[in-house]
């Protein structure tokens, strides 16, 4: 049984991570259901239920990332706020429409949002590729906190 919960707990930690860059996947609560599994694997003796909560709290935060990221960038090379709220929603509604929302969502957004400001089509232009750029420092920021996760899982689980 113990071994089965390993291999359970393993697949759904290599499944989250692909789920950080996917969109159809919830990569961040996969990370934390497959280390849950893990540390029942070994009865919780060495990972306690404090270190999973600290990794849930981390993974829920992930979640932030998302949204923020792309209104972030747009803020960063001065777009508008009506851009950097467009960011956000384009990458909300992005979700749904799967990779190639998650991709253009937060341009789109953006450029629609600073289109209702300004008529300048570099400015628009701009908003767009720094909400884009935002949103791919999100996914960055979003692996390394998988990342972050699993480190803090195994440093539990040696020490």
């Known amino acids: 049984m113990t071994v089965l919960l390993w291999v359970i707990g393993i697949a759904l930690v290599i499944i989250g991570l692909v789920g950080t860059v996917l969109p159809a ?15 029942w694997a070994d009865g919780f003796t060495k990972v306690s239920i404090l270190t999973l909560v600290v990794i849930g709290v981390i993974g829920a935060a992930s979640y932030l990332v998302d949204f923020a990221a792309a209104a972030l960038g747009a803020k960063k090379f001065g777009a508008s706020s009506r851009a950097m709220i467009g960011a956000g929603l384009g990458t909300l509604l992005g979700l749904f429409l799967g990779l190639p929302g998650i991709i ?49 899982f195994l440093l539990a689980l040696v020490v």
């Open 25 to 39: 996947l919830p990569g961040a609560m996969l990370i934390v259901a497959g280390l849950v599994v893990a540390a």
């Open 104 to 152: 253009i969502g937060p341009f789109v957004g953006a450029v629609l949002g600073e289109l209702t400001v300004h008529r300048d089509m570099a400015k628009v232009g701009k908003a767009g590729l720094a909400a884009w750029i935002g949103f791919l420092a999100g996914m960055a920021v979003k692996v390394g906190i998988a990342f972050l996760m699993i480190g803090i």
